[in-house]
């Protein structure tokens, strides 16, 4: 009976046995099978999505390259850089490229082919000839179906231009700790030691005078280079002091700057007011050989900043030549702020101002897009949004 049942187990497992097997096991399997082609497929898209990201941040950087939108408004023009991967679509000489400019550019990453499209609206604004656009356009002959105008008040101010100040052309020279390393210069030179730190301190601080000092000279007898020292020049006003402090001068630098002879146009001097003053007395030296020919066209732009310690300013607020000031102090081109309100204005001899720090508006400001394709596809894999102005 045995050998008989164990004969008939010899012939295998029946068809419908194997049948429910892999059944059984692709049931099983299939989840897996459906994870590891999901992941792959995610994988896939990321990576799609990140090489987009990084074509769209390396269309931004070559757009703000250029200085102005005439530039990028031409980038498919013969002689532009990488000018044959670019359309501009409509025609760059269509007018309505004052309201917006659509362009594509073509690009290959990794093996792969995008295509990034960049949209610009710009602001509402009046071109150099006087003609005058706004950003409304129709829908139908741009790429995208939907955009809100951009509010132009954002490019009605003037903005300061500070590369004026910080430029080749300028020596800038700011107070900073001058007046403390002045009182610790007399305390140090205290004749005796009578009286406390406190009330010496306190002493010598209200009865610190003080004066500008700017002083240009060749470097080292160059006449092609010029040196320029602006310091304080601290002194005690003798009358009604201790006399244990001796009387004596300190000079605190501000700034010692050396700068070219042909490029030197401005020297500014931003200083702290001291409460209780209503001028301010310079002294205006210059080293051997120079010339009224040489500092004709040197402006002295002499800007007293407030503090919490001297909270009004003096609207008529004076500077005077120290007697001591070389004769050709007499022929340079002064300006200073004598206004509350502001310190970026300067008062010329005549009442009329002057600005410390040159202004300009911006000519547009565009708001651009850059939407990133894979070639022969309709849907954007990165869209990436700034503004550019001029």
Known sequence: ?????????????????????????????????????????????????????????????ELNSYDNFEQ???????????????????????????????????????????????????????????????????????????????????????????NRIYGKESVVAKEEDQL?????????????????????????????????????????????IYKVKVSYLYELNGANISPNIENGVYEAPLEISEVKRESLKNIYVFYNLRSGYDNDRVKVTFGTGISEEDIKNIHYYLCGLTTTECPDRVNNYKFLLSTDSDPLALKCNYFFNGNTDTILTAKEDDGSTADFISKKTKKRIGAIEVSVYEKGSNEPLAVMNTTISE
């Not at 690009?107 to 602001?123: C, F, M, P, R, S």
């Not at 140090?188 to 240009?216: G, M, P, Q, V």
Request: a negative charge.
């Open 180 to 224: 403390d390393r002045a009182i610790s210069y007399f305390l140090t030179n205290e004749a005796t030691d009578s009286n406390t730190f406190f009330t010496k301190y306190n002493l010598i601080k209200d009865k610190l005078d003080r004066r500008l000092a700017i002083h240009l000279e060749y470097k080292d007898g160059d006449p092609d």
């Open 72 to 162: 990028i408004e031409n980038i498919a023009s013969s002689g532009a850089v990488d000018a044959a991967s670019w359309t501009v679509v409509p025609d760059p000489s269509n007018p309505t490229k004052f309201t917006y400019t659509d362009l594509t550019k073509k690009v290959q990453l990794n093996g792969y082919d995008y295509e990034a499209k960049v949209h610009i609206t710009y602001t509402d604004h009046t071109t150099s000839d006087g003609k005058t656009y706004d950003t409304g356009y129709d829908s139908n002959t741009v790429t995208k179906d939907t955009n809100e105008a951009i509010t132009s008040e954002f490019n009605d101010y003037e903005i300061p231009n500070p």
């Open 1 to 61: 009976m045995c050998l008989h049942e164990l004969r008939q187990n010899d012939q295998g497992f029946s068809l419908i046995e194997v049948i429910l097997a892999v059944a059984i096991l692709a049931l099983v399997t299939l989840p897996i099978i459906n994870y590891f082609t999901y992941s792959g497929l995610r994988t896939a898209d990321g990576r799609d999505k990140q090489s987009a990201t990084v074509v769209a941040e390396n269309v931004l950087d």
